[in-house]
T-cell receptor, first 113, second 114 residues
């Protein structure tokens, strides 16, 4: 059974640009959650999608957005990038949402110059 | 909101036992997870507690006291490969929204030395 995949694995952007990250969950999992991980703040919840609907949202500005497709694949978009957006972005899939065991992808390392 | 505290770093000797503590404050507690994350890798699930008591899984055990807002992860017979960050995560139930949210602590970096 294939695990959670994320693309791209590494990305370098400059301030003001926008970026789109992709996550393919484990087959049969309907929930995808996105997290930002930095050395100082640890793992912080961005949002969760379940069956194409955003179900939960963390405390991030509106520059961070996402969506989920009918095949459960999810994308996350960050607009007007800032230096502080440099981080590891992880997605996690689960069958029923954040209440159940989550399986994490390898992450996308975003560097903003 | 939630407040989750765990030590930033710990060091232990190969073959020994180490206990990593996690304290939390939450309004709608509905379970606690422990994840392991090796440097440069994604977190992987270790354990889940929703009722008070000890859950044992091989060399790893996790304990929960809901009244004290306290959990610990116990690692026995430490091996060098156990050097990693250990993340405590609390599941909170939002009865209004009818959904759950998972909040992670900042993690405890464990170094196992020979």
């Amino acid at each position: 059974k294939a695990g959670v995949t994320q693309t791209p694995r590494y990305l370098i952007k400059t301030r003001g640009q926008q970026v789109t990250l992709s996550c393919s969950p484990i087959s049969g999992h309907r929930s995808v959650s996105w997290y930002q991980q930095t050395p100082g703040q640890g793992l912080q919840f961005l949002f969760e999608y379940f069956s194409e609907t955003q179900r939960n949202k963390g405390n991030f500005p509106g520059r961070f957005s996402g969506r989920q497709f009918s095949n459960s694949r999810s994308e996350m978009n960050v607009s007007t990038l800032e230096l502080g957006d440099s981080a590891l972005y992880l997605c996690a899939s689960s069958r029923q949402g954040q209440g159940s065991e989550q399986f994490f992808g390898p992450g996308t390392r975003l560097t903003v110059l | 909101g939630q407040n989750i505290d765990q030590p930033t770093e710990m060091t232990a000797t190969e073959g020994a036992i180490v206990q990593i503590n996690c304290t939390y404050q939450t309004s709608g507690f509905n379970g606690l997870f422990w994840y392991q994350q090796h440097a440069g890798e994604a977190p992987t699930f270790l354990s889940y507690n929703v009722l008070d008591g000890l859950e044992e899984k091989g060399r790893f055990s996790s304990f929960l006291s809901r009244s004290k807002g306290y959990s610990y992860l116990l690692l026995k017979e430490l091996q060098m490969k156990d050097s990693a960050s250990y993340l405590c995560a609390v599941r909170d139930h939002d009865s209004g929204a009818g959904s759950y949210q998972l909040t992670f602590g900042k993690g405890t970096k464990l170094s196992v030395i020979p």
